[in-house]
């Protein structure tokens, strides 16, 4: 009988999923007026766009855009009236100033000459602070001496004894790059110092003048815009006698370009210049011999067709060095046009590399590739990595905590629900003439199907960041923006996010990095943190390169301050920003770099409290098919810079996919929540599973026991009317052996009110229990001690029915219920009452139960919760969080760490093992 119930509600509630299934299904395809007129109209703009013509002579795929051509489109800001962002003034930050003025350079020498002689002569109050002033004002004395290494280097020991052990081993492998005349790489991960190395070999060689070796020759430094000045604050600290001039509209320097090389060339100074400044003067500095050419953030060369990447390739240098955390980012071809640059000819022809090494990798990653394929791409693999590791530097964090010991970082991944209107929208594009072209493979918009699917993504990915910046394309002249309205926190799901961020992590005491994309969402965020009164610092294209570290020197000095907003392309390089604990990443980028680079602002050293990076993804967009191509680029470069036999779990994306809208499975997770379910993240386990017992208890499980109730109380009947012949009931006599083991026969009996169905009625088997009573009373949790007591008690009476222990027996295996429950709240109270007279002898396996309050319980869990865990739980509360991934188990970095530090307490037990041999010899 009771098979056949629970059968039935079973049935009823799999009527009722697929009937939810059948309406969800049915609530998609009614897409909204808006939605269609809105996508109609971005769809005839964008097939008349002109730059999909310009698109056509692109030779990088979708994810490998370069960034000039992806700013294009992304960075353009929204040209809105009264928008905070447009309109703010900026704020008076102080310049840095280079070398590039011979009178300011003098000053500069002359000012920190003296503030040396008075740091020897005792005085503390200097003018000038620099690495050898500091290290006379620490104690030490002689700022002039040296560490000379083997062959000769010299170098400052006040630098020397400054740097980490892993940074002098920086400095001496450059030093045999430089003896062999070979160039190399410096690939140390991001936040470890490679400004710092690089800046004490060139000191180290200008202190060095003996022999062959004739010190430091006039050499460049070509760096991005956002980090010149960094440098220059880096060389000032660090070398101060060095002439360091930036070759850039922001530098000191006025007048002709030409005077500027040819001093700086004469006085065997650095040159600093950016990218572009590089293929604009690049006839003039190419007609010199530079002693080193330094490409910082070098993986802007990792397309070799490119107009910098040809230009640089034509500088006639002995040593070349090339400097970057991330030597490959897409794809191998990009390695190979590092390793042309600084070693020509040692990873052969681009042709012959992308055939015999780049091909067969590739294909053997993944995780639907052959036997066959994997053990090619193995052994390939391992070849390359063994031509390739002489030429190249690489140290990770994990692998020198023991030196610089930085504070834990935990990276998540959160998978935010889309709004209602997002995926209206979403949905009325992905229906649109532009995505029905690509993925029909229709020449009617012309030949560049590719430059189409970027367009197509890029769209979609705005819808996915905020509705008003797809809403705004498709706005006519006439039309008004409702600025009430415009970029409104709820109407985004990742805003809603980032709102419910910044709330608690304000009450919590942290600070944050706010990276986007777009500069129309960075207008949009600071719109949003004015109206909410939040104090933030802003950098994009618009702030002046020379006035960026000193904007960062605010933030990180300057509490008050509780965000810095900034697009992954300007904020993303060479920028320490070790002020903020927190960072989020708003919109993921087709490059993994990009986005590594960003967070890792905040994880360097310097920095003091434990950092936590989100990683925002809309739920089954386009944004997670680009972040499992994140995956996958992270599994290729980890495969060749660190271990070549790493697994992948992920297959090749077709077309079709990247233009679809996927739902939750039945797990309720999203796609690549499914794939790496091992690194789900879940809060409080144990709250959530009493939560769901509750929740069926109170909704599900209390019908089926209604109905299991009436069937018993029926079945009791009908046994207690075939035994009226019988001088007692069976009934009548448990109810004699429970007044006698619960009330002492001196104690006179309590009147009690039999109540059923709400009703006083006077029938004797309702003294036992009423069927309300056993609902009620059976989600209470507080007699479990009591009903020990009863059990064992009843062990020790010989006179009780047989027929009343079977219904007892009956009663708890259909239902079951605690046999406590069949007991009134007097007979409780007389339970709670009695003293612990019998001895624990007498009473077999016993189990003690602690009583706690649930209320307390809570309260140490929540104690026990780390704020991270803290701020989970309220996302996945209220803020339409789906799924959380820890992102460093996915792509396998925690996994690598872990066998990183067995093979170094390993290697440490062996050492110990060799020198207890030597001692006991």
Known sequence: MVDVIIN???????????????????????????????????????????????????????????????????????????????????????????????????????????????????????????????????????????????????????????????????????????????????????????????????????????????????????????????????????????????????????????????????????????????????????????????????????????????????????????????????????????????????????????????????????????????????????????????????????????????????????????????????????????????????????????????????????????????????????????????????RSGKMSVVHSLLKIWQKQGHRSLIFTQSRAMLCILEQHLQRHQFKYLRMDGSVSVSQRQSLIKTFNENAEYLVFLATTRVGGLGINLTGADRVIIYDPDWNPATDNQAKERAWRIGQERDVTVYRLLSAGTIEEKIYQRQIFKNFLSNRILIDPNQKNVLTTSTLQGLFTLEDLNCDGDTETASLFKHTKITINDKNKEKDKIALNSSKKKIETMKKLAKEISKKIMKSSETKLQHAEDAREIYRKKRDMVLNPPECAESPRINILDDKEVNVPFENVMSELDIINQHAKNDYEENLMKILNKAKTEETCSKDVININHDIQTKTNINVSKFFSKDDKKNILKRKHSESKAEIEHLVGIKKVKTKKKNKDADKKLSDDDYVLAKLFAKAGVKNALHHDVVIGLAEKEKRLQMKEEAALKAKKAIRALKFSS
């Not at 939810?20 to 909204?32: M, N, V």
């Not at 040396?116 to 005085?123: E, K, M, P």
């Not at 030409?258 to 950016?274: D, W």
């Not at 029905?436 to 012309?446: A, H, P, Q, Y």
């Open 8 to 490: 039935k509600y079973l049935e009823t509630q799999l009527a009722l999923a697929k009937q939810k299934l059948i309406t969800k299904s049915s609530q998609d395809d009614q897409i909204s007026q808006k939605s269609k007129v809105a996508a109609g109209r971005i769809s005839k703009k964008q097939n008349k766009n002109k730059k999909l013509q310009d698109a056509q002579h692109k030779t990088d795929s979708i994810e490998n855009e370069d960034e000039e051509y992806m700013a294009s489109s992304d960075d353009e800001e929204l040209r809105l009236p009264n928008l905070p962002g447009t309109s703010r003034a900026k704020q008076n930050i102080r310049k840095i100033i280079d070398d590039g003025d011979t009178q300011l350079y003098n000053k500069r020498v002359a000012k920190w000459r003296k503030s040396l002689s008075d740091a020897v002569s005792g005085n503390s109050n200097v003018l000038y602070m620099s690495a050898d002033i500091q290290y006379i004002l620490d104690g030490n004395k002689d700022p002039d001496a040296n560490q000379e290494l083997q062959n000769g280097l010299c170098v400052p020991k006040y630098i020397w004894k400054q740097l980490y052990k892993y940074q002098r081993v920086g400095v001496k492998w450059l030093w045999e790059l430089h003896q062999t005349q070979s160039g190399g790489l410096l690939g140390d991960e991001m936040g470890l110092g490679k400004t710092v190395q690089i800046i004490a070999f060139l000191s180290a060689l200008a202190n060095t003048n003996r022999g062959s070796h004739e010190g430091l020759g006039p050499s460049i430094i070509v760096a991005p815009a956002t980090v010149i000045f960094q440098w220059v604050s880096h060389f000032h600290f660090w070398s101060p006698s060095l002439r360091v001039s930036v070759l850039h509209q922001a530098g000191s320097h006025c007048g002709n370009h030409h005077k500027l090389i040819r001093n700086l060339f004469e006085s065997h100074g650095v040159l600093l210049i950016t990218y572009a400044g590089l293929v604009k003067y690049a006839k003039d500095l190419q007609s010199r011999n530079w002693q080193y050419i330094i490409l910082d953030e070098g993986h802007k060369i990792r397309n070799p067709e490119t107009q910098v990447s040809k230009f640089v390739r034509k500088f006639d240098t002995p040593h070349k060095l090339l400097i970057t955390g991330s030597p490959m980012q897409n794809s191998l071809q990009e390695l190979w046009s590092l390793f042309d640059f600084m070693r020509p000819g040692l990873l052969g022809t681009h042709s012959a590399f992308m055939e015999h090494f780049a091909v067969p990798i590739t294909q053997g990653g993944y995780a639907n590739a052959t036997d066959m394929q994997e053990a090619t791409a193995l052994e390939i693999a391992k070849a390359l990595k063994a031509i390739i590791t002489p030429y190249m530097l690489r140290r990770t964090k994990a692998e020198v905590q023991e030196h610089i010991h930085l504070p834990e970082k935990n990276e998540q991944v959160l998978f935010c629900a889309l709004s209602h209107e997002q995926r209206d929208l979403y949905m009325g594009y992905l229906m649109s003439g532009t995505v029905r072209s690509i993925l029909d493979k229709d020449n009617k918009f012309g030949d560049p199907l590719r430059a189409r699917i970027l367009v197509g993504l890029s769209t979609l990915r705005k819808i996915c960041n905020h509705p008003d910046i797809y809403l705004y394309e498709a706005l006519d002249e006439a039309q008004e923006i409702n600025e009430e309205t415009f970029g409104h926190w709820k």
